[in-house]
């Protein structure tokens, strides 16, 4: 059983930091792709960035590009996303999500590609 579990989201002013983590447990797949989503509230969920656990490329979509980092540390099976200079426009839940195996290319958060979800973290960015 795939388990997924987001950290470190919280309230910040704007231009702030933040840090997300997202433990993973129960995979048995050595090199998969996994991405950060996000939700505002009345907004579909957008994929934010999506990477490799066994290297290789990243993607960022273009609201966060510059400004957040995606990174993995398989010996921790923890993936994270670094956030800065956070803008208003950044509060959402951010959840973490491992794609379907069967699907192969380019690691890009496809949120209809992706089967295991975390519950989420939130984060707050005020003005």
């Known amino acids: 059983q795939v388990q997924l579990q987001e950290s470190g989201g919280g309230s910040v002013q704007s231009g702030g930091s933040l840090k997300l983590s997202c433990a993973a447990s129960g995979y048995s797949y050595s090199r998969y792709c996994m991405g950060w989503f996000r939700q505002a509230p009345g907004k579909e969920r957008e994929g934010v960035a999506g990477?490799?656990?066994?290297?290789?490329?990243?993607y960022y979509g273009d609201s966060v590009k510059g400004r957040f980092t995606i990174s993995r540390d398989n010996a921790k099976n923890t993936l994270y996303l670094q956030m800065n200079s956070l803008k208003p426009e950044d509060t959402a839940m951010y959840y973490c999500a491992v794609r379907a195996p069967r699907v192969s290319g380019y690691c890009y958060p496809d949120q209809y590609e992706f089967i295991y979800w975390g519950q989420g973290t939130q984060v707050t960015v005020s003005s």
């Open positions: 990477i490799y656990t066994g290297g290789g490329s990243t």
